[in-house]
Each structure stands twice: as structure tokens, then as C-alpha cells.
């Protein structure tokens, strides 16, 4: 049972407010599968919240609730949605373009999704180069975009009723930059608003005025937003908690379950070539270099990570590791990764391993923006601040404390969200030592 060190976590009562910078696949599909499951219309595949248990003390106390019955999570019911994007179609609009859901199941839950109306989005064409819309904040300086955007902030919790927010990012993936010296502290990083710093990029306006307006903050894109000394100062200064970055859904999560396994075995490996086709606004944003490189580094940085050659030279000191991604719009939102893998074996003799996950990104991804913005709500609510880096399950890149390497190992990822969670309600942390058991 519980123990007096558990943390004190607010109760989840009344309306949970999701604010979504980018109406598009990802995000219609997530609220539209809310909407959905609440009717009695699917089931919540994917989703840990949901449909995960998790086991409390030794084996033989047979006590593995359900994590929603086990932490005090948001409710379905009091999920409410809003949003910006740089098109003006409503949810259900936007919904149907992409084409991820069927349009029968689409009309069951029209009504909810006609009522989201995309606010005025914050947008520059130098981070984002392949696709423009006329939805925008036109005017003002950069300051003035995140004073607009906080209003905005304000006006939906009004309206909608919500108690609490959380914001997630599913827009596109910016431009590569790295941290520039207007990203060194808050003081240069507001001074750079007001001037127009070209080094501020839009995604970073949202997370600013989200974490300004106490508001906890999740980037589901590789650009850098929140990791930049500036935003995670503001982050702990306003206890509020921020995960990201990077959705982990179809090839790179095929490789966080394979990569550590072939480490387990300590079976070599000499190269691991990807490459990927998809059709839907994700690959046309990715054809433009810029966007692709953003994306192209947290891909490649997995498997350094879990391998660690540098520990282990003989098995991965000379891998090749390669990152395609290839626009094809007949495929739409279904993707396609294939991979081929050269590992090695006893003495050095050479195999092979290939895949073609023919998966479908934002079916993939809906469950995990679920999970961040009820975990997120989470934390904030038991008083956690910065960067959550228990939420590393559900990112190509996870944020870590400066300095720190990030743990891509899917399995140690779970372990560690789990026991996040037991340490959170006062229970032991499962260690599988098991000694136990037969003294």
C-alpha cells in the first residue's frame, strides 16, 4: 500500500484543456479518437493510460491495477480541445483531408469537431519552407506574437470551461538550428522577441507563452523549442513541467526494440540503412533539407546512444548508419520504413536482418499525444517542474538535464516511467532482482 512519502498530487477534477499548435493528421486524428472511444466507438489501442497495467510489490501479491486506476489522471470525458493552425479548416475539415480515418466513422463524431476553429497561428516561411496558409498573425514583433498568443491561451480556457491546460506540439518540423546566443538566458531570449531575433523560431513562441501562461508544454516535432537554456530556466522558475521531443511511432521505435536487443546478445553490427516513403504534410515539410536535417538528427542519434560504441568497439565502432525519408503522396498518411540491417555473430560471420513496417504514422502517434498531455497534466498537478524525462518512452530525442546522455532503450525507458509512477503513489520500485523469492 501507499507510504506516508508519497507525493501530493492535486485531485484531477474538472475540464483538462488540450491546446495543439497544428490541426492536421496527427492531432485530428487523436481528437477525433478521443471523441470516438467516449462514444463507445473504438478502443484506445496504444495508449498506456488507458490500457496498461502496472505491477505493485513482489509477484506473489497478484496486484497490477490498470495505471488509470492507480494514478489520478484526467478523464475522457473532461478532455476539451482548441488549437492553432495556418489553415482555416475546422478539426473535422482538416480531419477528413488527411484521410487517416474512415469518413464513416468521421460523421459519428462530426458535431464535436466542427465546433474546433483554428486560431491565428504564429508562422515564418524561413522554419517552415514547403507549405503556407493565410491563417497567421500578421502583424507586431515577436514579443507581441507570444502577447497574442498568451491572449489566445486565456480566451480558450475561458470559453471552453477548462480548469487546467496543457499544450503538445503536432505542426511541422522546423528548419535545423542550434542554440544561439539568444538562447543563453531568459533575459537575452525576451530581448530577442522584442527585437525580431531571427533565431527565435515560431515553436519556441508557443512553448514561451504556454510556460509564461503556467501551462505545461510537450514537443512532438524534433525542432529545438524548449531544449535551449533560456526555456528550461523559465520552465523551472515557473515549476512547470516540459517533455519532448520528437513523436516516437514507426521506424525509429522498430529500432529503439531492436537495437537493444541485438546489444543484449552482443552481436556486432556494421551498418543499419533506413529509408522511408509517406505522402501526408509531414513528407512534403521533410522533402525541404532544412526540415529534413532537424529530423535526420534525432533519427541517426538512437542508435549511438543504445549501442554505445565506445564502450563496445569491436561490435559498433565502424557502423554506417543512414536516414532517407522520401515524399511519395500516393501513400498518404500510410507510411512505409524499410529497413536492412548488417549484424555480425560468432567469429565475426556476417547476417541479416530486414524490415518493411508498412505502419501508419498518425494512427501511431495518437496514443502518445493522449499519453503526454494526461501524464504531463500529471506532474504538474504533483508538483514536478522542468524537464519530465520519465516521458523519454514516447520520444525519438528525449530531454535530459544538460550534460546528461539520453536513454533510448525502449524497455529502460518503461521500466523508468513505471517506477516514476510507483514512487509517485509511495509504492517500492521494481528492481526483478527476485533473490527474494527463493531465500
Known amino acids: 500500500m501507499p507510504t506516508s512519502d508519497s507525493v501530493r498530487i492535486a485531485p484531477a477534477d474538472g475540464k ?5 499548435p497544428g490541426i492536421g493528421a496527427v492531432s485530428t486524428t487523436f481528437m477525433a479518437g478521443v471523441e470516438a472511444v467516449k462514444r463507445g466507438l473504438g478502443v484506445p489501442v496504444g495508449s498506456l493510460t488507458q490500457l496498461a497495467t502496472i505491477r505493485l510489490g513482489k509477484r506473489t501479491d497478484n496486484r497490477t491495477p490498470y495505471i488509470r486506476d492507480f494514478v489520478p489522471l484526467a478523464k475522457l470525458d473532461g478532455l476539451v480541445f482548441g488549437g492553432w493552425d495556418i489553415f482555416e479548416d475546422t478539426a473535422y ?15 459519428k463524431v462530426r458535431e464535436p469537431l466542427d465546433a474546433i476553429r483554428p486560431m491565428k497561428a504564429v508562422f515564418d516561411s524561413e522554419y517552415v519552407r514547403r507549405i503556407n496558409g493565410p491563417n497567421v498573425k500578421q502583424t507586431g514583433s515577436k514579443m507581441d506574437k507570444a502577447e497574442m498568443l498568451m491572449e489566445d491561451i486565456r480566451n480558450f480556457k475561458s470559453t471552453s470551461g477548462a480548469d487546467r491546460l496543457v499544450m503538445i506540439w503536432c505542426a511541422s518540423t522546423e528548419v535545423f538550428h542550434r542554440p544561439a546566443p539568444v538562447h543563453a538566458t531568459l533575459k537575452d531570449f525576451e530581448c530577442g522577441l522584442m527585437k525580431n531575433d531571427p533565431e527565435i523560431a515560431p515553436s519556441q513562441i508557443y512553448a514561451y507563452a504556454a510556460l509564461k501562461s503556467g501551462v505545461p508544454f510537450a514537443n512532438g516535432a524534433p525542432n529545438l523549442t524548449t531544449d535551449a537554456p533560456a526555456l528550461l530556466e523559465l520552465a523551472r522558475d515557473r515549476e512547470i513541467p516540459i517533455c519532448g521531443k520528437d513523436f516516437k511511432t514507426g521506424q525509429t521505435f522498430m529500432k529503439t526494440l531492436l537495437a537493444p ?33 532537424t529530423k535526420e538528427e534525432t533519427k541517426l542519434s538512437v542508435l549511438e546512444q543504445i549501442l554505445q560504441p565506445h564502450l563496445y568497439p569491436e561490435l559498433y565502432k565502424n557502423l554506417y548508419h543512414a536516414v532517407r525519408i522520401n515524399y511519395y503522396p500516393p501513400r498518404g498518411d500510410a507510411k512505409e520504413g524499410w529497413d536492412n540491417i548488417d ?14 513496417f508498412l505502419c501508419r504514422d498518425s494512427i501511431l502517434a495518437a496514443p502518445l499525444v493522449l499519453d503526454l498531455v494526461l501524464f504531463l497534466d500529471l506532474a504538474q498537478r ?7 524525462e520519465w516521458l523519454s518512452f514516447y520520444f525519438k530525442g528525449p530531454m535530459t538535464a544538460p550534460g546528461l546522455y539520453p536513454e533510448h532503450d525502449i524497455f529502460i525507458q518503461l521500466m523508468k516511467l513505471k517506477n516514476t509512477l510507483r514512487w509517485m503513489r509511495g509504492e517500492d520500485m521494481i528492481t526483478h532482482l527476485g533473490l527474494d523469492y527463493y531465500d
Not at 475539415?93 to 460523421?107: D, I, T
Open 16 to 20: 483538462l484543456g488540450i491546446l495543439i
Open 93 to 107: 475539415e482538416a480531419a477528413a483531408n488527411a484521410r487517416v480515418l474512415e469518413p464513416s466513422l468521421l460523421e
Open 261 to 293: 536487443g541485438l546489444k543484449a546478445r552482443m552481436l556486432g553490427m556494421s551498418g543499419w540503412f533506413s529509408t522511408n516513403i509517406l505522402g501526408n504534410r509531414d513528407g512534403e515539410v521533410l522533402e525541404d533539407p532544412g526540415s529534413f536535417k
Open 343 to 356: 549484424i555480425f555473430g560468432w567469429l565475426g560471420y556476417p547476417m541479416q536482418i530486414k524490415i518493411d
Open 382 to 388: 504533483a508538483g514536478l517542474k522542468g524537464i519530465q
